[in-house]
């Protein structure tokens, strides 16, 4: 069951890879040269996840000091309560506060004995991953005005539209796909972890991210070296 749904996963998160808007530019240098410029449901690719996971892991990590530290102390116990904290125990599941919320339920069973705990671990998982994907292409230089500011730089224009208009239209693309295509990294994650896929979802999503990159980046490569020797 588990070795389904990950390939499950594994194969929706492919499909999705193939979601994009393509839109055709021109160079305003050299007449008749066009070309495509495309943005992916993906836009920013498994960064959303990556911050999600490690904001998760550092508030689990502080979460643990703290409570080692204060064992029973009230507050402490409002961030994350641990099983056996103080003996040194291994399982690092929190049992109650902020981080059981936030931490995916073990079990479909789970999700049914404590519906509260799977519905603010859904929505802080897509709100998160929105969140931060939205945010990262502010931060990275990929949001609608350096990608018009890039283009020009490369005497590239979108088809039909003027170099001050660009902006514009490229704001009605990408930060709706960075935005939906963080809910939708986040969706997957959670229905990895709720179908009991082999690892966590953040991990399957991940190593399928990454594999699909170099894929493409092999594809790409192979039809350079066609064109070259054709």
């Not at 609608?144 to 693309?173: C, F, P, W």
Request: hydrophobic share 45%.
């Amino acid at each position: 069951m588990n070795l389904l749904a990950t390939i499950l996963v594994f194969a929706i998160v492919i499909y999705f890879q193939g979601f994009r808007v393509d839109l055709p530019i021109t160079s305003t240098r050299y007449r008749g040269q066009r070309n495509s410029y495309p943005i992916k449901l993906f836009y920013t690719s498994n960064i959303p996840i990556i911050l999600q996971s490690a904001l998760v892991s550092n508030l689990y990590v502080i979460s643990q000091m703290l409570a080692v530290k204060f064992h029973g102390n009230f507050f402490i116990n409002l961030l994350g309560v641990w099983p056996d904290v103080h003996s040194g125990g291994s399982r690092s599941y929190p049992i109650g506060g902020l981080c059981y919320y936030l931490s995916p339920p073990e079990t479909l069973t789970h999700v049914i004995e404590d519906p509260i705990h799977a519905l603010l671990y859904i929505l802080f998982m897509l709100g998160s991953c929105a969140f931060f994907s939205k945010t990262w292409i502010d931060v990275s230089g990929s949001s609608a005005k350096d990608v018009a500011k890039q283009l020009k730089e490369q005497q590239m224009v979108i088809a039909g539209y003027r170099n001050e208009s660009m902006t514009h239209l490229l704001n009605r693309y990408i930060p709706t796909a960075a935005a939906f295509g963080g809910l939708c990294i986040g969706a997957l994650s959670v229905l990895a972890d709720l179908l009991g896929a082999i690892g966590s979802g953040t991990g399957i999503l991940l190593a399928v991210t990454i594999i699909y990159q170099y894929f493409e980046i092999f594809i790409k490569e192979q039809s350079d070296i066609g064109s070259i020797f054709s």
